[in-house]
């Protein structure tokens, strides 16, 4: 039976990052993903170019940026581990990158670089310390066996051969996108071992509605405009002023993602379509001096398929606008600043970027990501945080698994 210090669950950003980390700390480390290829998240994410993280994430008040039962459990690992350290990390590596906007930083040229990064921190053990990666490889079971002269205490046995290792990393992700390979296999662990889960939901992913609802909508599929959205009510509301996509189903768009990790089933969502216009007074102005249709005029502010769909919901707003009324003309302008409409769902995981829910963070330490059970650690989109779009994520799977390295060195001294 083979040996390790430690065994890594799952070879996507945090797997690979810790694995990297804990190797130039002198351990010896096995990787294992059921997968054959690494870090897909990272490949496919930012349009091929990956969003690798945020610089305007502040790290004194997580709960601006993250969400779950408890967003602070992620402050020790984000503050100790920073979107600077990475972007130091990726420079050493001469990856060229740039700031799209809102502090969301892309690679210039491929995901592939970050991935090629990444395998080469693995490769730079120190001290004796290695990363041995087995791909694709399934873990059949997990078996622990108690006792204080145990000092390899984890057996792994899987497709090829059994393991024995003195800890065990679960950075296995989320149920997101299983066509690339995810599963619930480390919801299963966690639960094996007794740690407490919250249930996971699709994050950061398109919302459908009803098709007789959405048919008046269904034809302006590919529309993209900027829009002010939220969800919730009283001290619970959210709101995100980005650009909101209308698709033959439903909503998507960077608007729609944000807003989709806090709506809760039953909810309505609150729609600004105008959010940089004063739409009341410039249709009443309008009226003043223009002989166009309400749609035509419209069309001056908003993108004219809008104007037209929208305009064939009252026949009031179907007529010159100096024959309108001031007060069609106030529920027009009301109607588009103050859309409300609830989603039947989403699109599920099939097309969600992130899992919202996962290992009870109740049952994790925010210094080293250890969980209740000794030697079982949990990191990355596994455990109960979950970030905005925008890079967010992979920072916690960095600091996460930056966090669980050092305190595996640590434990082995």
């Not at 740039?98 to 969301?104: L, N, P």
């Not at 024959?323 to 995981?349: C, F, H, M, N």
């Not at 097309?351 to 650690?377: I, N």
């Amino acid at each position: 039976m083979q040996t390790f210090d430690v065994a890594i669950v799952g070879a996507g950003a945090a797997g690979l990052f810790c694995a990297g980390v804990a190797a130039q700390q002198g351990l010896q480390v096995l990787v294992i993903d059921h997968y054959e290829k690494v870090a897909e998240k990272v490949r496919i994410s930012g349009g091929g170019r990956s969003n690798f993280t945020n610089i305007d994430i502040d790290v004194r008040a997580p709960h601006k940026h993250f969400l779950g039962q408890n967003p602070q459990f992620c402050r020790s690992a984000l503050s100790r581990y920073t979107p600077q350290d990475f972007v130091a990390l990726v420079q050493s590596h001469q990856i060229a990158f740039h700031e799209k906007h809102k502090g969301q930083l892309f690679c210039d040229r491929s995901s592939e670089d970050l991935i090629q990064m990444l395998l080469r921190e693995c490769d730079a053990g120190a001290q004796g310390g290695h990363v041995t990666r087995w791909q694709p490889c399934s873990l059949k079971a997990l078996r622990y066996a108690d006792g204080e002269s145990q000092e390899k205490p984890y057996t792994l046995e899987t497709s090829q051969g059994e393991v024995s290792v003195g800890a065990v990393v679960v950075a296995t992700g989320g149920l997101s996108i299983p066509k690339i390979g995810a599963t619930d296999l480390g919801y299963r662990l966690a639960k094996q071992f007794g740690i407490r889960m919250v249930e996971p939901r699709p994050g950061l992913v398109p919302l459908t509605f009803d098709a007789e609802q959405w048919a008046p909508f269904a034809e302006l599929s590919g529309l993209s405009l900027p829009v002010s959205i939220e969800t919730g009510a009283t001290k619970a509301v959210h709101r995100f002023d980005e650009d909101l996509l209308f698709t033959h189903r439903g909503l998507s768009g960077p608007g729609v993602l944000q807003i989709s990790s806090y709506w809760q089933a039953g909810e309505d969502i609150r729609i600004n379509l105008a959010p940089a216009l004063s739409l009341e007074a410039d249709l009443l102005h309008a009226k003043q001096r223009s002989k166009k249709r309400i749609a035509n005029e419209l069309g001056a502010w908003l993108p004219s398929r809008l104007a037209d769909v929208w305009t064939q919901h009252h026949d009031a707003w179907q007529r010159p606008i100096m024959e309108a009324s001031d007060k069609a003309l106030v529920q027009l302008a009301q109607a588009l600043s103050r859309w409300s409409i609830t989603p039947s769902g989403t699109e599920g995981y099939r097309k969600a970027e992130v899992t919202v829910g996962g290992v009870d963070t109740r049952d994790l330490s925010q210094q080293t990501m250890e969980s209740r059970q000794p030697g079982l650690y949990f990191i990355g989109e596994v455990v109960d945080i979950t970030g905005w779009l925008g890079g967010y994520n992979f920072q916690w799977a960095w600091a996460s698994a930056h966090a669980c390295a050092k305190a595996l060195a640590a434990a082995k001294k």
